[in-house]
């Protein structure tokens, strides 16, 4: 907001990361509350619900889910201020905690795979494949056979030319 004022202009524009690694500016103003924001990213998006997303701070090396209740702009200066307490300078300087916006799904629920195209493609695969690779989710030869499968087809599509590192990837 400060931001703004310093350069004489009423719109403010902040970028929201998503599990996909792509990003977008979205309109934020100071009355603007966590769920509009919910809802203009879910529209913008084409989602079909916004039902279990929220928006995320990352701030020195946490996240913190914005409460859907609260300004934005509050929630982050708020935020800043407990780190800064929090985390004090030993040398007596100020430090400065830039932040990243990130909306993700936060509850899982009521998701069922193939219903929502978008959301599956820019969050559920995305936000999900840390914890198969991890071993989190039981699942036999064949379906992480299959899974494996589905992970080479969506960082490589049809090519074949990356089977070759296949084996050395499975020693590392």
Request: hydrophobic share 40%; charged share 25%.
């Amino acid at each position: 907001e400060v931001e703004a004022i310093q350069h004489k202009t009423t719109e403010i524009y902040h970028k929201i990361y998503f599990p996909d690694d792509t990003e977008e500016a979205f309109l934020v103003d100071s009355s603007t509350k966590a769920r509009d924001l919910v809802k203009t990213v879910v529209e913008r998006l084409n989602l079909l619900s916004g039902q279990g997303f929220s928006i995320f701070v990352k701030i020195a090396d946490k996240a913190i889910s914005v409460p859907e209740a609260d300004f934005f702009f509050d929630f982050i200066r708020s935020l800043t201020e407990w780190i800064k307490k929090a985390r004090p300078a030993r040398d007596g300087t100020t430090p400065n905690y830039s932040y990243q916006v990130f909306f993700m799904r936060k509850l899982w629920t009521h998701v069922v795979p193939g219903r929502d195209r978008n959301a599956d493609v820019i969050f559920h695969f995305h936000q999900e494949l840390p914890k198969f690779l991890r071993g989190w989710h039981k699942c036999d030869k064949s379906q992480a056979a299959n899974l494996a499968a589905l992970i080479y087809r969506t960082r490589f599509g049809k090519s074949k030319h990356e089977l070759t590192t296949v084996p050395q990837v499975i020693s590392e």
